[in-house]
């Protein structure tokens, strides 16, 4: 009895043992958000509604999403609306854009970066030049995307990993979506005495 006692706390040891070079094996964990995870996630964050200069009033409505992971961004394509609070005028358009994503460790949260305007086409710019409209609309877009939160980290799931010992580290665009990867903690040195 005693040496099946003694092989089966061996073989419960190789287990352990086993299991825990696996989870090295396999490295720091990651979170993948597929596209359409990434537009959901969008919704929640949209309409956005942003004041700029004190003259413009502007409203951006839930993108379009697509991939780029060719070149690590993210693209997307609103429909927008601004209003000049001195003249009273409004204009309504599509706006095509993309963008880099960066990590906030102070919120937890996956943040629009480098955001850069490809095409914006206002439907009625009008009495003024369509040319001078949408560039002013392009650079004022640029601004109010530029920051947003498009993805937070769940507290809980950020306990989690923080307990197995892991924070973000990266975030890539991929063919399967967006991915952030996690590092390990950084160790700190013990004090000297």
Do not use: K
Request: charged share 25%.
């Amino acid at each position: 009895m005693p040496r099946r006692r003694h092989l089966l706390v061996s073989l419960s040891s190789l287990a352990a043992l086993g299991l825990g070079g696996c989870a090295g094996l396999a490295g720091p964990p990651t979170v993948t958000l597929s596209e359409a995870d990434i537009a959901r996630l969008m919704e929640r964050h949209f309409p956005l509604d942003r004041s700029l200069l004190d003259i413009f009033d502007v409203t951006v409505n839930a993108p379009r999403v697509r991939l780029l992971p060719e070149r690590n961004r993210l693209a997307a394509v609103v429909d927008v609306r601004a209003r000049n609070r001195l003249l009273g005028l409004g204009w309504q358009g599509q706006l095509d854009f993309d963008a880099a994503l960066r990590w906030d460790p102070s919120d937890q949260t996956v943040r629009l970066a480098q955001v850069r305007v490809q095409d914006l086409a206002f439907v009625e710019p009008g009495a003024f030049n369509r040319n001078t409209v949408e560039r002013l609309g392009a650079a004022l877009a640029e601004r109010v995307l530029e920051g947003s939160a498009i993805y937070r980290l769940p507290a809980d799931r950020a306990a989690q990993l923080r307990a197995r010992g892991y924070v973000p580290g990266s975030v890539h665009v991929t063919p399967r979506g967006l991915e952030i990867g996690f590092v390990p903690l950084p160790v700190t040195p013990a004090p000297q005495r």
